[in-house]
């Protein structure tokens, strides 16, 4: 009987044991809105490897959190808050939506597309953080920013911790028209073949699928409100853009939505994502490449002005640049030939390469370094290593040195083949005005 006894205990021990050792974020599954993180993807070590010093660095750098975009308030939050506003719906006996009953939105119209102070506070971490990274790097002469004032703020916000007040760095905005083409921290507005609204048509047809067992479930919560997909899509980005305004937000819980909620949430993102700026796209790499080539061609350069280069974007530019360098490639390992194939519409590949709240959270940081190695086993000399969000990326076909490097006779050649292989600019967007330019001169000692 004891031992009965005994044995019931442990196993209901055991149970509770395996139960509560799964914990999920919903926070880093929020895709394009996530506050920033470092998902450590692969979790391979950010610092230099044994025997390797950094010499120079670029980082592109997306702007830090907003309160909202207009695209995402007037097409999912507003409609969604509006009608919370005018609904005589009972929400005390709503269970896990009961905090509606008093819930107050944190977004104004004229708060959309600005910086919060979580956002300010974020990037001058940021830049205190890239300073103390590379601590015998002298100050940068310039930092890059697009004109938009959220990426201007993040730029500055960045220098004041990267400078700690000093004002040796200064800021140099880039002109976002559509003119300048490839030579701008925006190239993609100057590409006819690009479209803000890419996307829309895979990822909707992705969202009608996972949101409607959530509506079921949330109409017997609170019957007589009648929640649409989009109210879902409303509802699960204020998840991300209340928790940068006050912190946290009670549309985040649990208990409001799943963990399998939070994923299908992000893997709807990732569609739109894939197909609107990602390999779905035939110009991504294109548009992507003038900011590599610039890089690489500075930081290999036998003099540089600067030995950290840093400029600022928008969520646009990253996934097309991740794309020109072959990095989180659903097919990579694969042979396919098809990759909208690894990308289904109607059912979640749970295993793919590109996930978006991996690779443009707010802040989202895409840093080429330099290192001179003497490491054990490897050839002494210059290698190249390519991190996203501080995480080491395995380069496909250039990864001969220390810690997922490669040598930098290597990388050059693989950034050629990768040009190649994108084809130019005015090639492949096919612009419709003159003077259009394939290359990035932001960097160039006369900028």
Request: net charge negative.
């Amino acid at each position: 009987m004891l031992r009965s006894l005994a044995l019931s205990i442990a196993l209901a021990k055991a149970a509770s044991a395996v139960s509560s050792s799964y914990n999920f974020d919903p926070l880093q599954h929020l895709a394009g809105i996530a506050p920033y993180f470092e998902p450590s993807d692969p979790p391979l070590d950010p610092s230099p490897p044994q025997g390797c010093h950094v010499t120079r660095a670029s980082y592109l750098i997306r702007h830090a959190a907003i309160y909202a975009n207009d695209f995402d308030f007037e097409e999912y939050i507003e409609p969604f808050t509006d009608k919370l506003k005018n609904s005589t719906t009972d929400w005390g006996r709503a269970g896990p939506l009961s905090f509606l009953k008093s819930w107050q939105t944190p977004i104004e119209d004229e708060d959309l597309e600005e910086l919060t102070h979580i956002g300010e506070l974020e990037s001058y971490t940021l830049g205190a953080t890239v300073r103390m990274r590379y601590p015998t790097f002298k100050a940068p002469g310039k930092v890059w920013t697009s004109t938009a004032e959220r990426t201007e703020k993040s730029a500055q916000s960045f220098i004041s911790g990267l400078a700690f007040g000093s004002n040796d760095t200064q800021k140099v905005s880039v002109p976002e028209s559509e003119a300048e083409g490839a030579d701008s921290l925006t190239p993609y507005k100057g590409c006819p073949k690009y479209s803000s609204s890419g996307g829309s048509e895979q990822s909707s047809q992705y969202k009608d699928i996972y949101t409607n067992p959530i509506i079921e479930r949330f109409r017997n919560l609170a019957p007589g409100f009648n929640f649409t997909n989009d109210d879902i899509v409303g509802m699960q980005q204020l998840c991300g853009y209340e928790t940068v305004i006050r912190g946290s937000s009670p549309f985040c819980d649990l208990d409001v939505f799943s963990a399998n909620d939070w994923l299908n949430f992000e893997y709807m993102n990732d569609v739109q994502y894939f197909f609107n700026a990602g390999y779905g796209l035939d110009v991504s790499a294109a548009v992507g490449f003038p900011w590599v080539n610039a890089t690489v061609s500075t930081l290999l350069a036998d003099e540089a002005e600067q030995d950290l280069y840093v400029s600022f974007t928008h969520r646009e530019l990253p996934p097309m640049v991740i794309v020109a360098l072959g990095l989180f490639n659903n097919s990579a390992f694969t042979g396919a030939n098809d990759p909208n194939a690894t990308m289904p519409l109607t059912t979640q590949n749970y295993n793919r390469a590109w996930k978006s709240s991996h690779i443009l959270p707010f802040l989202s940081n895409i840093a080429i370094e330099k290192l001179s190695c003497d490491s054990y086993g490897f050839d002494a000399g210059n290698y190249v290593r390519v991190l996203v969000n501080q995480s080491p990326q395995y380069v496909p076909g250039c990864a001969n040195g220390p810690g997922e490097s490669c040598s930098s006779d290597q990388f050059q050649e693989l950034v050629q083949k990768r040009g190649e292989l994108a084809g130019g600019f005015t090639e492949k967007c096919e612009p419709d005005y003159n003077n259009s330019t394939d290359v990035l001169t932001i960097f160039n000692s006369s900028s």
